[in-house]
């Protein structure tokens, strides 16, 4: 809209007017995803024999011809938005359907909760699950993981501030109650969008603790004592 200008208000741009407009856009996700926004203007106006005289806008007066196209006077006005991808997955153990002793088929639940915590949209999540006894030893879940909600619009992309749940369950074997606990970690990988990977690995306490002792309190396995 225009702003100022028109120093006589005849609404003809007379010589020497500069007249100024004002617009805004409010960033959207799309603009996010794609690291920044281009925008120009083309002013049409008529001289007194009615032919049109055309300009297209220019980001710095010509200095520099940023667009390549050979003409210094009509480049974009670009502006660059940070981009922070970031993933948040944390793991929780549910054996309150294990007995006193452990049993054969006794279940252990398990809840992941993959978060994006950054400010692009990343595609659908791709977990791989570690199962451990507490010897180190691999063991096969039962069931899952599987998604259970998160995915509030159903477009398959894990949006920005979403939450979605995984469930998985492990039916107590033999193995595992001679080792007398199980060790269970997640690792989630999901793309932003230039295709870039964005990985992170399950907790057990939201960082709270570094109960592995690698010197990182955010990647700990889940444990489940038996």
């Given at each position: 809209?225009?702003?100022?200008?028109d120093?006589?208000?005849d609404?003809?741009?007379?010589?020497?007017?500069?007249?100024?407009?004002?617009?805004?856009?409010?960033?959207?996700?799309?603009?996010?995803?794609?690291?920044?926004?281009?925008?120009?203007?083309?002013?049409?106006?008529?001289?007194?024999?009615?032919?049109?005289?055309?300009?297209?806008?220019?980001?710095?007066?010509?200095?520099?011809?940023?667009?390549?196209?050979?003409?210094?006077?009509?480049?974009?006005?670009?502006?660059?938005?940070?981009?922070?991808?970031?993933?948040?997955?944390?793991?929780?153990?549910?054996?309150?359907?294990?007995?006193?002793?452990?049993?054969?088929?006794?279940?252990?639940?398990?809840?992941?909760?993959?978060?994006?915590?950054?400010?692009?949209?990343?595609?659908?999540?791709?977990?791989?699950?570690?199962?451990?006894?507490?010897?180190?030893?691999?063991?096969?879940?039962?069931?899952?993981?599987?998604?259970?909600?998160?995915?509030?619009?159903n477009?398959?992309?894990?949006?920005?501030?979403?939450?979605?749940?995984?469930?998985?369950?492990?039916?107590l074997?033999?193995?595992?109650?001679?080792?007398?606990?199980?060790?269970?970690?997640?690792?989630?990988?999901?793309?932003?969008?230039?295709?870039?990977?964005?990985?992170?690995?399950?907790?057990?306490?939201?960082?709270?603790?570094?109960?592995?002792?690698?010197?990182?309190?955010?990647?700990?396995?889940t444990?489940?004592?038996?």
């Open positions: 809209s225009l702003d100022d200008g120093t006589d208000d609404g003809f741009l007379d010589v020497g007017e500069v007249w100024t407009y004002l617009a805004r856009f409010d960033l959207d996700q799309q603009a996010i995803d794609a690291g920044g926004l281009s925008n120009s203007v083309t002013a049409s106006a008529q001289d007194p024999g009615g032919d049109n005289v055309v300009g297209t806008s220019d980001d710095d007066d010509g200095a520099t011809d940023s667009s390549g196209d050979g003409n210094p006077d009509n480049d974009p006005t670009l502006v660059t938005v940070d981009q922070s991808p970031g993933l948040d997955v944390q793991k929780r153990a549910d054996a309150s359907g294990v007995g006193t002793p452990a049993v054969l088929g006794d279940p252990v639940t398990f809840t992941i909760t993959v978060t994006n915590t950054g400010n692009q949209t990343l595609s659908t999540p791709v977990l791989t699950d570690v199962l451990l006894d507490a010897d180190g030893q691999p063991l096969a879940l039962s069931a899952g993981p599987t998604l259970d909600s998160g995915d509030t619009d477009d398959g992309t894990l949006d920005v501030g979403e939450v979605w749940t995984y469930v998985a369950r492990f039916d074997d033999q193995q595992a109650i001679d080792a007398a606990g199980i060790s269970n970690t997640a690792s989630i990988t999901a793309q932003d969008p230039d295709g870039t990977d964005i990985t992170d690995v399950s907790d057990d306490d939201g960082g709270a603790t570094d109960a592995d002792g690698d010197g990182t309190a955010d990647n700990d396995p444990l489940v004592d038996l």
